[in-house]
């Protein structure tokens, strides 16, 4: 990939974190090729504004599997930064759901990219997956429908996908809670083992995800991020030194 664009295909890019990925891979044109699947190009249109005509969209939905392995075909990355919309919902109805599309969006596409021998997929999952008694993971469970229950189960089959290919890698960025503030101002908190907490920028954590394609961190990892005020510059430099998972 050295000395050639990367395309990276981004899945959520019309808010929150995935929109933030989106406009600091395109921030560095003559590194990133940005292809963005959407269910809704009109959305997308005006969540990009101006920077809309540099995207390359792809009409797809995480929920739709055959949408996804024709997405996937000759990226270098994929970035999915995807959340579901709904939270308790009655079963059948709708497939907007932390079910729906934390879970099996995440294993088809997962399973997708797996199967185009991607190099390398970033995932964006959250703090406290394994924590199910974390008063903040009891309080999301039980208001968006188990989300972190579904997002552990992405996760393990995002690695599961994975694991069955030989020169592919994954990279699981577990967020503490998401503010909208400026980010690089603070320093960032990289730690495993799913036993922190703290708040961290949307910014910083587009930040991180694009380190992850870059390959300035350990493959095959998991690992938790959040902002400290101990520092005042990001040092993701403790990314290359994570543990691999054990799979």
């Known amino acids: 990939m050295e000395g050639r664009v990367c ?13 933030e990925v989106t406009k600091a891979l395109l921030g560095v044109p003559e590194k990133y090729e940005v292809h963005a699947l959407v269910r809704n190009r009109e959305k997308a ?32 990355a994929v970035v999915c930064t ?7 919902r009655i079963p059948g ?8 599309v934390d879970f099996l969006g995440v294993k088809k596409l997962s399973e997708a990219a797996a199967s185009a021998k991607v190099p390398k997929f970033v995932l964006v999952s959250s703090l406290g997956v394994t924590r199910p008694w974390f008063i903040v ?12 229950v579904w997002k552990l189960k992405g996760e393990d089959a995002l690695r599961e996908a994975y694991k069955k290919h030989e020169h592919i890698n994954y990279y ?4 503490g809670g998401l503010t909208r503030k ?22 910083d ?18 690992f938790e991020i959040w902002n400290t005020k101990q520092e005042e510059v990001p040092d993701l430099s403790s990314l290359t030194k994570l543990v691999p998972d054990k799979i």
């Not at 395309?7 to 929109?19: D, F, R, S």
């Not at 320093?187 to 907490?197: R, Y």
């Open 82 to 88: 995807v959340g579901a919309t709904a939270g308790w």
């Open 7 to 19: 395309k990276v295909l981004v899945v959520g890019c019309t808010q929150g974190v995935g929109l």
């Open 45 to 76: 249109l005006k969540a990009l504004g101006d920077e809309a005509p540099k995207v390359n969209f792809i009409d797809g939905d995480i929920t739709k599997e055959e949408t996804l392995q024709p997405a996937c075909q000759g990226m270098d």
């Open 205 to 222: 954590v587009a930040h991180v995800v694009t380190a992850c394609i870059n390959g300035a961190c350990t493959p095959n990892s998991t």
């Open 137 to 148: 993971s009891i309080l999301l469970n039980i208001l968006v429908g188990r989300v972190l």
């Open 172 to 175: 699981i960025v577990r967020p």
């Open 182 to 203: 400026e980010g690089g101002k603070h320093g960032i908190i990289v730690d495993q083992g799913d036993k922190g907490n703290g708040m961290i920028t949307r910014s």
């Open 93 to 100: 109805l709708s497939e907007d759901t932390p079910k729906h």
